[in-house]
Every structure is written in C-alpha cells, then in structure tokens.
C-alpha cells in the first residue's frame, strides 16, 4: 500500500525537543524529494523543509531555521524531522509530503502527527 | 522572501463556475500547484504545473498562470467541491503556500 505515516508528536514543554518521523511505503522512497509541512490549529499550510532524494541537500523556511533538521534514512524508507528549543508557536499539525518526479508538487500527504507546546 | 496572496473567501451557487486567484510577484514564471483540504482530512493535489490535472482529479478542474495571478477554475461546481483550497508555488529551492480560500457552495 502506497502511504506515508507520521509518528513521534505529542504534548512537549517550551524549549525541549522532539524528534517526528514518517515511514513510507509501497514505493520507490529513495527516489523522491520528501517534505515536512505543518499547519497551526485553524490556519493555512504553512512548508517547513525539504530534503533531496538522496539526503545530500537540505532547505528550511526563514521560521524554522537553525532549530530544525531535516533527515532521512533511505535503508528504512524513513523521513525524519528534529525539532529543538520549541515554541508554542510550533504547536500544529506536522505532515510528510512526497514531491513527484513530474508534477514537482506536493502529490502524496501522509495523516499528520500532532505537536503541541505547552508548559 | 516570497509571498503569494489568496483571497480568504469565495462563494458559488451550485452548477456554476468558482475561480480562486493566486498573487505573487512574477507568479507566472514559475509553476503554481492547487491543494484542495476538506476538514479533517490531507490535502489532496488538484492541479500541478499551473494547467495539469493529476490521474482522478475530475475535469471540472483547470488552472492557469499568467503575470503575476495563478488561477483555479471549477466548472459545474458541486456540493462535494466545498473546501479550502491552497496555491503552491516555488521560491528557488524553497516553496510557499498562500493563505488558503475558503470555498463555499451555497
């Protein structure tokens, strides 16, 4: 089955740090550009990093830059995103997004993984 | 960095036609992509290369790019249609996404 499913979000305090990851499945992942992207309770989407097929080049909005990375394992067809010092402005839904070879958009989502920073 | 702007609302009657613009400084020399979002759930790729229709996307979609608006078109809008749409577009290396339009059937 072709999917992409989140883990690793929940409830954290200011300033700590969490670690999202997204397992793929049922296609070539080692092919593909992979994305995070969130989305604050009640808002627009808003693109958070992007990694290369092959991890070597990595790029992040001008809000989430220097507190997080992006990573991927293609052994474990897994997409990784280290999160760190968190905001309660970081507090939203987190998703994986596939870029298509051809339509260098968004063309697969996965469900989310909800990130919520509250003392 | 760059911005593209969306309008927070359109609203159309049933059958009739619904256009939802993009603005962003010289959209239309790069691609624009549309997201549809219904509550609750991912959003779903509606159209990718400004004008292309991803495979299930139904044909009452259709886009366009020119200057500095991105455009979507939904002909015959039905019931089924209502939902925030979003535009994508590129920054170099970098992607933003507009605010989102709100798309009421009424």
């Known amino acids: 089955q072709v999917q992409l499913v989140e883990s690793g979000g929940g409830v954290v305090q200011p300033g700590r740090s969490l670690r999202l990851s997204c397992a793929a499945s049922g296609f070539s992942f080692s092919s593909y550009p992979m994305h995070w992207v969130r989305q604050a309770p009640g808002q627009g989407l808003e693109w958070v990093a992007v990694?290369?097929?092959?991890?070597?080049?990595?790029y992040y909005a001008d809000s989430v830059k220097g507190r997080f990375t992006i990573s991927r394992d293609n052994s474990k067809n897994t997409l990784h995103l280290q999160i760190n010092s968190l905001r309660t402005e970081d507090t939203a839904v987190y998703s994986c997004?596939?870029?298509?070879?051809?339509?260098?958009?968004?063309?697969?989502w996965g469900q989310g993984t909800r990130v919520t920073v509250s003392s | 960095s760059y911005e593209v702007t969306q309008s927070p609302s359109v609203s159309v009657s049933p059958g009739q036609t619904a256009t939802i613009t993009c603005s962003g400084d010289k959209l239309g020399a790069n691609y624009a992509s549309w997201y549809q979002q219904k509550p609750g759930q991912s959003p779903v790729l509606v159209i990718y290369?400004?004008?292309k229709r991803p495979s299930g996307i139904p044909e009452r979609f259709s886009g366009s790019n020119s200057g500095n608006t991105a455009t979507l078109t939904i002909s015959g809008t039905q019931a089924m249609d209502e939902a925030d749409y979003y535009c994508q577009a590129w920054d170099s290396s970098t992607v933003v996404f507009g605010g989102g339009t709100k798309l009421t059937v009424l």
């Open positions: 990694i290369s097929y092959d991890g070597s080049s990595t």
């Open positions: 997004a596939r870029e298509g070879l051809l339509e260098r958009a968004f063309d697969m």
């Open positions: 290369r400004d004008n």
